[in-house]
Protein backbone atom coordinates (compact mmCIF):
# COMPACT_ATOMS: atom_id res chain seq x y z
CA UNK A 1 0.00 0.00 0.00
CA UNK A 2 1.68 3.48 -1.06
CA UNK A 3 1.17 6.47 1.06
CA UNK A 4 2.00 9.82 -0.34
CA UNK A 5 2.82 13.05 1.97
CA UNK A 6 2.29 16.27 0.66
CA UNK A 7 3.81 19.08 1.94
CA UNK A 8 5.74 23.12 1.61
CA UNK A 9 2.43 25.09 1.09
CA UNK A 10 1.81 27.89 2.44
CA UNK A 11 0.86 31.24 1.80
CA UNK A 12 2.43 33.42 -0.49
CA UNK A 13 1.85 36.69 -2.16
CA UNK A 14 1.47 36.85 -5.80
CA UNK A 15 3.91 36.95 -8.22
CA UNK A 16 6.02 34.93 -5.80
CA UNK A 17 7.18 30.91 -5.38
CA UNK A 18 6.91 27.58 -3.85
CA UNK A 19 7.95 24.10 -3.72
CA UNK A 20 5.91 21.31 -3.35
CA UNK A 21 7.39 17.96 -2.02
CA UNK A 22 5.37 14.26 -2.14
CA UNK A 23 7.01 11.53 -0.63
CA UNK A 24 5.89 8.22 -0.76
CA UNK A 25 6.31 5.42 1.73
CA UNK A 26 4.24 1.77 2.65
CA UNK A 27 6.29 0.22 -0.22
CA UNK A 28 9.12 -0.16 -3.15
CA UNK A 29 7.72 2.35 -5.11
CA UNK A 30 6.84 1.47 -8.54
CA UNK A 31 4.85 3.54 -10.64
CA UNK A 32 3.96 4.36 -14.37
CA UNK A 33 3.58 8.73 -13.44
CA UNK A 34 2.85 10.54 -10.40
CA UNK A 35 0.95 13.59 -10.58
CA UNK A 36 0.07 16.70 -8.82
CA UNK A 37 -3.87 17.94 -8.71
CA UNK A 38 -5.18 20.30 -6.86
CA UNK A 39 -8.97 21.94 -5.77
CA UNK A 40 -10.25 24.98 -5.18
CA UNK A 41 -13.20 25.70 -2.58
CA UNK A 42 -16.38 25.13 -4.61
CA UNK A 43 -14.63 23.41 -7.52
CA UNK A 44 -13.76 19.67 -8.54
CA UNK A 45 -10.21 18.39 -8.30
CA UNK A 46 -8.35 19.42 -11.56
CA UNK A 47 -5.22 17.65 -13.25
CA UNK A 48 -2.14 19.91 -13.10
CA UNK A 49 0.94 18.45 -14.13
CA UNK A 50 2.16 14.72 -14.29
CA UNK A 51 5.50 13.20 -15.09
CA UNK A 52 6.20 9.69 -16.52
CA UNK A 53 8.81 7.92 -14.19
CA UNK A 54 10.76 5.94 -16.81
CA UNK A 55 10.70 8.83 -19.26
CA UNK A 56 10.32 11.79 -17.52
CA UNK A 57 8.13 13.20 -20.05
CA UNK A 58 5.69 15.79 -18.27
CA UNK A 59 2.40 17.18 -19.15
CA UNK A 60 1.09 20.45 -17.73
CA UNK A 61 -2.26 21.98 -17.30
CA UNK A 62 -2.60 25.03 -19.74
CA UNK A 63 -3.41 27.35 -16.93
CA UNK A 64 0.04 26.30 -15.39
CA UNK A 65 2.41 26.18 -18.56
CA UNK A 66 5.46 28.22 -18.43
CA UNK A 67 4.86 28.87 -14.63
CA UNK A 68 5.13 25.05 -12.93
CA UNK A 69 7.66 22.74 -13.54
CA UNK A 70 7.40 18.87 -11.83
CA UNK A 71 10.77 16.36 -10.96
CA UNK A 72 11.68 13.56 -9.38
CA UNK A 73 14.11 12.37 -7.32
CA UNK A 74 13.39 8.08 -7.79
CA UNK A 75 16.13 7.79 -5.05
CA UNK A 76 14.30 9.32 -2.05
CA UNK A 77 10.72 8.41 -3.77
CA UNK A 78 9.99 11.88 -4.17
CA UNK A 79 8.21 14.18 -6.73
CA UNK A 80 8.76 18.06 -6.56
CA UNK A 81 6.30 20.90 -8.00
CA UNK A 82 8.21 24.20 -8.46
CA UNK A 83 5.30 26.72 -8.51
CA UNK A 84 6.86 30.00 -9.92
CA UNK A 85 4.33 33.65 -10.98
CA UNK A 86 2.30 32.45 -8.66
CA UNK A 87 -1.47 33.85 -9.26
CA UNK A 88 -4.51 34.04 -7.18
CA UNK A 89 -5.91 31.48 -8.81
CA UNK A 90 -3.66 28.82 -7.99
CA UNK A 91 -4.92 29.07 -4.82
CA UNK A 92 -6.39 25.73 -3.74
CA UNK A 93 -5.47 22.36 -2.05
CA UNK A 94 -2.37 20.57 -3.75
CA UNK A 95 -2.80 16.60 -4.07
CA UNK A 96 0.10 14.22 -4.98
CA UNK A 97 -1.22 11.00 -7.13
CA UNK A 98 0.21 7.65 -8.88
CA UNK A 99 -0.45 6.50 -11.61
CA UNK A 100 0.68 2.41 -11.48
CA UNK A 101 0.48 1.94 -15.38
CA UNK A 102 -0.82 3.31 -18.49
CA UNK A 103 -4.07 1.59 -18.24
CA UNK A 104 -5.35 2.60 -14.49
CA UNK A 105 -6.05 5.86 -13.47
CA UNK A 106 -4.30 7.94 -11.09
CA UNK A 107 -5.26 6.94 -7.27
CA UNK A 108 -3.49 6.49 -4.05
CA UNK A 109 -4.65 10.59 -3.34
CA UNK A 110 -2.77 12.29 -0.13
CA UNK A 111 -3.87 14.46 2.48
CA UNK A 112 -3.14 17.58 0.51
CA UNK A 113 -0.98 21.03 1.15
CA UNK A 114 -2.88 24.24 1.32
CA UNK A 115 -1.55 26.77 -1.23
CA UNK A 116 -3.09 30.24 -0.49
CA UNK A 117 -1.65 33.44 -3.24
CA UNK A 118 -2.72 36.57 -1.65
CA UNK A 119 -2.93 39.83 -3.64
Known amino acids: QVQLVESGGGLVQAGGSLRLSCAAS????????MGWFRQAPGKEREFVASINWSTSTTDYAESVKGRFTISRDNAKNTVYLQMNSLKLEDTAVYYC????????????WGQGTQVTVSS
Open 97 to 108: ARQPSRFRRFGS
Open 26 to 33: GRTFSSYA
